[in-house]
T-cell receptor, first 116, second 116 residues
Framework: ETGVTQTPRHLVMGMTNKKSLKCEQHLGHNAMYWYKQSAKKPLELMFVYSLEERVENNSVPSRFSPECPNSSHLFLHLHTLQPEDSALYLC???????????????FGPGTRLTVL | QKEVEQNSGPLSVPEGAIASLNCTYSDRGSQSFFWYRQYSGKSPELIMFIYSNGDKEDGRFTAQLNKASQYVSLLIRDSQPSDSATYLCAVNPSNAGGTSYGKLTFGQGTILTVHP
């Protein structure tokens, strides 16, 4: 596997279900991100992890719970979601080496989530 | 004012023409600037990044940066139908410069259509 992978690619869940999204990066990067992309809206940054520590949480509802067990893996745990949470969820990673880094981010293929 | 602003388009150009995509940003201290291409139903793919004023060329793509005007653009020469996609401008804001990761702020994207 190369780059950034995400599973599952598609997920349909009811409002009472609990599910998890998985992201894995094979680039040796230190920073990982979760984004939400809804139709006709800019990418919304949800969470940032740097060296396995959460460094940013952009007012995301508690029904979304991230987990970063190591620098290569990132999870997004979902529970009691709402239909408006239906979107494309993208994971990305970057080198994250500090001041002056250009920090280009590389994206996984995304998980298309539908909440019924 | 939006942090990163792009004309949503659609921008329609004939095959073989030059497509010009523009982006303005509000944070004067922003350090680096990125262009991503996103095909429908796919994740964003990094095309180019630029950090110094002036032009940067890569094949048919040229990124142009003018920090005084807070403006970055992407030119696509000899446009092809396969270039039809949404182009996202992303900016590494100044408050991320001192951190160990690289937060990006995205514009909403410009839809480009290249017709034969």
């Amino acid at each position: 596997e190369t780059g950034v992978t995400q599973t599952p690619r598609h997920l349909v869940m009811g409002m009472t279900n609990k599910k998890s999204l998985k992201c894995e990066q094979h680039l040796g990067h230190n920073a990982m991100y979760w984004y939400k992309q809804s139709a006709k809206k800019p990418l919304e940054l949800m969470f940032v992890y740097s060296l396995e520590e959460r460094v940013e949480n952009n007012s995301v509802p508690s029904r979304f719970s991230p987990e970063c067990p190591n620098s290569s893996h990132l999870f997004l745990h979902l529970h009691t979601l709402q239909p408006e949470d239906s979107a494309l969820y993208l994971c990305a990673s970057s080198q994250g080496v500090g001041r002056g880094s250009y920090n280009e981010q590389f994206f996984g293929p995304g998980t298309r989530l539908t909440v019924l | 004012q939006k942090e990163v602003e792009q004309n949503s388009g659609p921008l329609s150009v004939p095959e073989g023409a030059i497509a010009s995509l523009n982006c303005t940003y509000s944070d004067r201290g922003s350090q680096s600037f990125f262009w991503y291409r996103q095909y429908s139903g796919k994740s964003p793919e990094l095309i180019m990044f630029i950090y110094s004023n002036g032009d940067k060329e890569d094949g048919r793509f040229t990124a142009q940066l003018n920090k005084a005007s807070q403006y970055v653009s992407l030119l696509i020469r000899d446009s092809q139908p396969s270039d039809s996609a949404t182009y996202l401008c992303a900016v590494n804001p100044s408050n991320a410069g001192g951190t160990s990761y690289g937060k990006l702020t995205f514009g909403q994207g410009t839809i480009l259509t290249v017709h034969p």
